[in-house]
């Protein structure tokens, strides 16, 4: 098993930054690609980002190309996603997973490791 504990969470305006962190625990070596998923109330959750551990190939969903970077520590088990130029579209719950296979899809269901989330809200 993978234990995701996401953090850097909270509020902010729009045009302004915010960095995410996912830190895995557990049998780490089963996580061969992570992604960040959101989910909006009332809305499916969708794929912002994701990397492959190890091989770095990166993958984001259009609405974040060039605003969001994800990237990784293997020293320290953890996948980041830097937020920039934040909108307020772009508020949701953020989730940290992780899968068994190299990155190969962003479709939330692929995923096997989940986070609890942590919440980003972004003002006009």
């Known amino acids: 098993q993978v234990q995701l504990v996401e953090s850097g969470g909270g509020s902010v305006q729009a045009g302004g930054s915010l960095r995410l962190s996912c830190a895995a625990s557990?049998?780490?070596?089963?996580?061969?690609?992570m992604g960040w998923f959101r989910q909006a109330p009332g809305k499916e959750r969708e794929g912002v980002a994701t990397?492959?551990?190890?091989?770095?190939?990166?993958y984001y969903a259009d609405s974040v190309k060039g605003r969001f970077t994800i990237s990784q520590d293997n020293a320290k088990n953890t996948v980041y996603l830097q937020m920039n130029s934040l909108k307020p579209e772009d508020t949701a719950m953020y989730y940290c997973?992780?899968?068994?296979?190299?990155?190969?899809?962003?479709?939330?269901?692929?995923?096997?490791?989940w986070g609890q989330g942590t919440q980003v809200t972004v003002s006009s």
């Open positions: 557990g049998d780490t070596y089963r996580r061969r690609c």
């Open positions: 990397i492959s551990i190890g091989g770095g190939s990166t």
């Open positions: 997973a992780a899968m068994d296979y190299l990155c190969y899809t962003s479709l939330p269901a692929d995923f096997r490791y």
